[in-house]
């Protein structure tokens, strides 16, 4: 007969592979949910990727077959890796500057009471919770929308939207992007102004008044270069 110690330390130690089995099959089904849902993905991803390597581990030292477990956590990581490639941009901010921006992308500034002083604030807003980058196709993408909400989609200039937004962007890198709003327009008055404008010194007016310009971002020249 086997001794007493032997089978209580066996029964024991198969209680614990039991009860750790059952925390981690609920463990991944709480990742697996996490994994599922939009706002938590990435977290679930790296959460189920932690749990499967977990479980592959016991099951391995316990002797059993685990073939599809490897392939549930490489298919996990990938699509992961692919799913965090593409989530959003999360804004930085105050939550008063995100309302703003989330009411100009959705198009609920009026485009006749939006001039030129709302437009370069509202590029350096952007610029405070997106990369310039994102600020960039975020911007432009509003500005459409309130000139084709106005009935006048022709407005929408390229080149001048885009030099704005450079012009902002340097400005802010230089002056310390932890600036106020009115401490920017403060030491930039020159960007407040529409006429003189800023672009001035950059483009001759008959350049900024092409169409070419008016769709694309063109590149200031200098008088007589061709």
Known sequence: MCP?????????????????LAALGASEAVAAAFFATERWRAAGAIALCLVLVIAI??????????????????????????????LPVEPKGS??????????????VPGDAFH???HVRMGWLHLRCYPASEALA??????????????????????VTCAYLFLINER??????????????????DL??????????????GELDSP???????????????
């Open 192 to 205: 407040l102004a529409w006429r003189p404008s800023v672009l001035d010194a950059y483009y001759e007016q």
């Open 172 to 189: 802010m890198e230089r002056d310390g992007r932890d600036a106020r709003w009115e401490e920017f327009a403060r030491r930039n008055a």
């Open 4 to 20: 007493e110690w032997p089978r209580r330390g066996f029964r024991v130690l198969r209680w614990t592979l039991a009860v750790v």
């Open 116 to 118: 030129h002083v709302d």
């Open 57 to 86: 581990g016991v099951h391995t030292a316990a002797g059993e077959a685990q073939a599809a477990l490897p392939l549930l956590l490489a298919l996990v990581a990938i699509l992961g890796a692919w799913d965090a490639a593409w």
């Open 95 to 108: 939550p008063e500057e995100r309302a703003v921006l989330r009411g100009f992308e959705e198009g609920s």
């Open 138 to 159: 975020r911007f432009s993408t509003g500005l459409r929308r309130l000139a084709e909400k106005a009935g006048k989609p022709g407005m929408y200039h390229e080149t």
């Open 212 to 226: 070419l310009a008016r769709a694309v971002f063109t590149l200031p020249r200098r008088s007589g270069v061709t």
